[in-house]
RNA sequence: GGGGACGUAGCUCAAUUGGUUAGAGUACCGGCCUGUCACGCCGGGGGUUGCGGGUUCAAGUCCCGUCGUCCUCGCCA
């Protein structure tokens, strides 16, 4: 028996290596056949290196595309003329002596090595073909290479790492849960973490002043490109502190990460701004900085003017807003009217628009802009001669929310030429409203979660009322428009924490039920504690330049949340359901009696099938 | 649950107004080639046009339904 063990890597060998005798073993990435002379690119992970074999390896001529083989050999220098300036590996070749094939392979459902790549349908079925690919071994290996300077980061804080349960308890507020069913109990059930959020402040409680961990979170509702139902934070709590301990740690921590990961220098201490800044000036609470367009109040301007729609918004309660796109009056009609579908996607009834000029200008609002009226817009806007004006009037939510997302539109539309900085603008965004109008529910709700301690908790204690106003110590971090993590400072008193259940209208025997355990450890001496969760996927996705995090995940799900490798989820036997106590309904019945009965005798071609 | 886009050879795509035997590149198979690295040259096989129904003399193309993928609204403490 020969020694097929490798003694290098395909990625390692250059000039400095010649004369070696070595052992390689990887994939046939690619073959070139001259006939009596045969070329073998072998790949591994580390990198690509040219074999070179001759009429002496029969079994050259075997070899097909992704087989896995190895060979022994010497490494020898190329010819001047025949260098591969392209790789790293270029100036050797391995003069192949023996050759063994390891395993072969089918011909592969997409290629490899070059080609187009394939739709994310096929890419997914064969997950693990598709992650050899080189872009997907870059994002892999990004990926690790990330969380591991991240972790290291936080070993050094004194951060202690701390795992907690897959298997735990539903929760009522905030998404669905994934249930489990227990075998033991019959009717209950456990749910998966939608976060470690109550163990990480129990550990608080406990005394761990300073935990983290890389925490697998579980959430059942619909998916997006930056959205997966299990999906990666990560996590972390600490005590004794306020906002700024939080963020200043974290900001050591990104730099640190930023500079052992990639090699770049992030300007820390980030940027701070309060969720009503940002929805005032950028309409979302989320906010690119990376370019201007910022919403004006043009309501000074609307109650002067004779225009019906903007002075009929203020009449009601609303707001006139506006943006100003640097020399977009040379947009056509067409692509004008095209944004106004983008404002119209979130809920504004119309986009009135203006080309500046300080004589009255053009489009729909120009009548409207007689004399002095034309430079008071253009004072209040911020414009110029040959600027386009873009205004909505609504409801305050509306026109926000709408011109926000016409901002980013803009800044991605390569012909409205928005000047756009390089570089990562994180900022935090702080002091989150703390309760948040159920309309369908009739009922108030927190918008962070119901453990988020409130800012100005003296001023609605008195009474209910209005709660919109109260703000909460809950932040995000936000960098180039994506949100990549929130936390907040907690409640760390149990009477403070009845309280905040009693105006989600958690009943106190229901928060006892659901959050008792947590109420009675704040009970036994709490820290003053607070924490935040960064989302992986999407951090690492953005640093390498993805828009889709489906790409920085191994094996992800589609957008009905399939796993179409395994072909998860799928159904399973009546009898495994009824160990679990659970018996199907309606469509599921059905599908369970399909699983269950016995195959007919077409047995041996069901293999294959896919449900 | 709603909206939009897409589904044709293993893969990436084409196919005019509904009109000949559904094509190309690549991959695959066979042959040739001793310096290629997107090797080249010659030849070949490969199609339930996602699935089901309908309209029509005629459907990849039009209509209805359905399944799947992607984007998105709702949803996502």
Known sequence: MKNWRRTRTCGELNSE????????????????????????DLRDRYGITQLVLGGNISEAVKLSAEDVIAVRGKVVARDESNVNKQRPTGWIEIDVEELEILSKSLTPPFEVSGGDEPAVETRLRYRYIDLRRESMQKNILHRAKFISAMRRAF??????????????????????????????HPGSFYALPQSPQIFKQILQVSGFDRYYQVARCFRDEDLRADRQPDFTQLDMEMSFVEEEDIYGVWERILVRTFRDAMGLELSAPFQRMRYDEAMERFGSDKP?????LELKDVADWARKSDF??????????????????PGGAKLSRKEITALEVVVKEYGAKGLAWWKASADGGAGPLARFCA??????????????EGDLCLFVADRQDTVRRSLGELRRHLAAAPHAGVARREGWAFLWVTHFPMFERDEEAERWVSLHHPFTAPENWEFWKEGDGDLSCIASRAYDLVANGWELGSGSIRIHRADVQAKVFEV???EADEAQEKFGFLLEALSFGAPPHGGFALGLDRVTALTAGLDNIRDIIAFPKTTSAM???CVAPSPVPLGQLEEVHIRPAGRALVRAFETTAPEPSTEASSGSSRV
């Open 17 to 40: 290596s010649i004369g070696e005798s070595v052992v390689l073993n990887g994939w046939v990435h690619a073959r070139r056949d001259h006939g009596g002379i045969y070329f073998v």
């Open 155 to 184: 070993d050094d804080e004194g951060f202690c790492d701390i795992e907690t349960p897959i298997l735990t308890k539903a929760t009522p507020e905030g998404a669905r849960d994934y249930l489990v069913p227990s075998r033991v």
């Open 288 to 292: 690119d900085l990376r370019f201007d």
């Open 308 to 325: 019906g729609v903007f002075r009929g918004a203020l009449d009601s309660g609303g707001r006139v807003m506006g943006l100003c796109l």
């Open 371 to 384: 004399g002095n009226l034309a430079g008071d817009l253009m004072a209040l806007v911020g414009a110029a």
């Open 504 to 506: 989600l209208g958690i």
């Open 563 to 565: 796993d179409l490798m």
